[in-house]
């Protein structure tokens, strides 16, 4: 089947450690992205990958860091530096990189509470 | 930039009534609309989108949304719900910002539909 995995589906941690979320995609999409999802604040982007070895930042990307060494990989850490961690994070990929006539396909989601 | 509202966060319905969730976006240059569906702990998927062409967009399951340019609009109805559409539902806009193409996400409507 093709699609996006997101692990650990519940992810707990102490407050100064930084984790590191997984998002992997089977679907050979160029274009991936990270979003945090609060309750009614909507999704907020976090980061953006266009391609290999290349990404930037989105609305919020402070007390985040994302690496992207292979297309089908797009890991997420949350830092100590971020203040606010708890949340639900979504991994979600599109075809072509820049093209907003593209839907984009999200994983499950990974939810992150700071104890 | 663009923005998104979502004039209503909460929906409450009777099963088999009319509903409609409203959306409006910022600005009025050519746009690209959608609207995604999310189940409880889950990831966000597509229900439809407006790239051109007909102004009423339909989905699988029911739904039509139609874009309005002069009121900036691209509300969502169905005609009769039902159980399983108890939902949150996100308008989402591409926005073009430093070359490259980004959704921008509505804070959330979640439809509760009644027995």
């Known amino acids: 089947d093709g699609g996006i995995t997101q692990s650990p589906k519940y992810l707990f941690r102490k407050e100064g450690q930084n984790v590191t979320l997984s998002c992997e995609q089977n679907l050979n999409h160029d274009a991936m992205y990270w979003y945090r999802q609060d309750p009614g604040q909507g999704l907020r982007l976090i980061y953006y990958s266009q391609i290999v070895n290349d990404f930037q930042k989105g609305d919020i990307a402070e007390g985040y860091s994302v690496s992207r060494e292979k297309k089908e990989s797009f890991p997420l850490t949350v830092t100590s530096a971020q203040k606010n961690p708890t949340a639900f994070y979504l991994c979600?990929?599109?075809?072509?990189?820049?093209?907003?006539?593209?839907?984009?396909?999200f994983g499950p989601g990974t939810r992150l509470t700071v104890l | 930039a663009q923005s998104v509202t979502q004039l209503d966060s909460q929906v409450p319905v009777f099963e088999e009534a009319p509903v409609e969730l409203r959306c409006n976006y910022s600005s009025s240059v050519s746009v690209y609309l959608f609207w995604y569906v999310q189940y409880p702990n889950q990831g966000l998927q597509l229900l439809l989108k407006y790239l051109s062409g007909s102004t009423l967009v339909e989905s699988i399951n029911g739904f039509e949304a139609e874009f309005n340019k002069s009121q900036t609009s691209f509300h969502l109805r169905k005609p009769s719900v039902h159980i399983s559409d108890t939902a949150e539902y996100f308008c989402a806009v591409s926005d073009r910002q430093g070359g490259s193409e980004k959704l921008v996400f509505g804070k959330g409507t979640k439809l509760t539909v009644n027995p």
């Open positions: 979600a990929s599109s075809i072509r990189p820049g093209a907003g006539t593209d839907t984009q396909y």
